[in-house]
């Protein structure tokens, strides 16, 4: 009997430990969640990378959250000249504007210049043996391009060269939507 009554008070604990550890856990990732969110940007856009798998096709998700690098010359934004806007393609954060685009001749599209300074973030890439400044939409951290100093003179003397497939194109509205 004391031996059965000795199993029962190990297995209550055992149920009572578990039932404390569990909730435990989940009030502390709710809880670095909030502290992210309160200490960061409030426009900062977080998605897991299995949540970014199922809105991106596989060519955007290599570029955008695997640091890809679409082929030179294969983008559709590359020889754009319409006036309008850039977004991320992952999250529609405005990022470029075409009033700083320029032909580079480099086979991707060109900005000399980022749309403010709340559009992207940048941070040193060493990868393929080749120290480069890579640029991040600043609102979901997805990989954009990288940024060179061998862009216009007369403007700001940087080259942001960005994936086509990173960005979706927004044509500025017409002039009669303007005098409306
Ligand atoms: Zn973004």
Same mark, same amino acid.
């Given at each position: 009997?004391?031996?059965?009554?000795?199993?029962?008070?190990?297995?209550?604990?055992?149920?009572?430990?578990?039932?404390?550890? !569990?909730?435990?856990?989940?009030?502390?990732? *709710?809880? !670095?969640?909030?502290?992210?969110?309160a200490?960061?940007?409030?426009?900062?856009?977080?998605k897991?990378?299995?949540?970014?798998?199922k809105? /991106?096709?596989?060519?955007?998700?290599? %570029?955008?959250?695997?640091?890809?690098?679409? $082929? *030179?010359?294969?983008?559709?934004?590359?020889?754009?000249?319409?006036?309008?806007?850039?977004?991320c393609?992952?999250?529609?954060?405005?990022?470029?504007?075409?009033?700083?685009?320029y032909?580079?001749?480099? @086979?991707?599209?060109?900005?000399?210049?980022? *749309?403010?300074?709340?559009? %992207?973030?940048? $941070?040193?890439?060493?990868?393929?043996?080749?120290?480069?400044?890579?640029?991040?939409?600043? $609102?979901?951290?997805s990989? /954009? @391009?990288? %940024?060179?100093?061998?862009?216009?003179?007369?403007?700001? @003397?940087? $080259?942001?060269?960005?994936?086509?497939?990173? /960005?979706?194109?927004?044509?500025? *509205?017409?002039d009669?939507?303007?005098?409306?």
């Open positions: 009997m004391k031996n059965k009554k000795d199993i029962v008070i190990f297995v209550i604990v055992v149920f009572f430990l578990q039932c404390q550890s !569990n909730p435990k856990q989940t009030t502390n990732s *709710a809880l !670095n969640q909030e502290q992210k969110t200490t960061m940007d409030t426009s900062t856009y977080f897991s990378e299995e949540e970014w798998k809105v /991106l096709t596989d060519e955007e998700f290599h %570029v955008l959250r695997e640091a890809g690098t679409e $082929r *030179a010359y294969t983008g559709k934004y590359t020889d754009l000249k319409d006036d309008g806007n850039y977004y393609k992952a999250c529609g954060h405005l990022l470029f504007t075409s009033t700083t685009k032909h580079s001749g480099c @086979g991707w599209p060109a900005f000399y210049d980022k *749309a403010g300074n709340n559009a %992207v973030i940048t $941070r040193m890439d060493y990868s393929f043996g080749m120290t480069r400044i890579e640029v991040l939409c600043k $609102r979901c951290e990989h /954009l @391009g990288h %940024v060179f100093d061998d862009g216009p003179k007369d403007k700001t @003397g940087l $080259r942001y060269c960005i994936n086509s497939i990173s /960005l979706t194109f927004e044509k500025a *509205a017409t009669k939507t303007k005098t409306k």
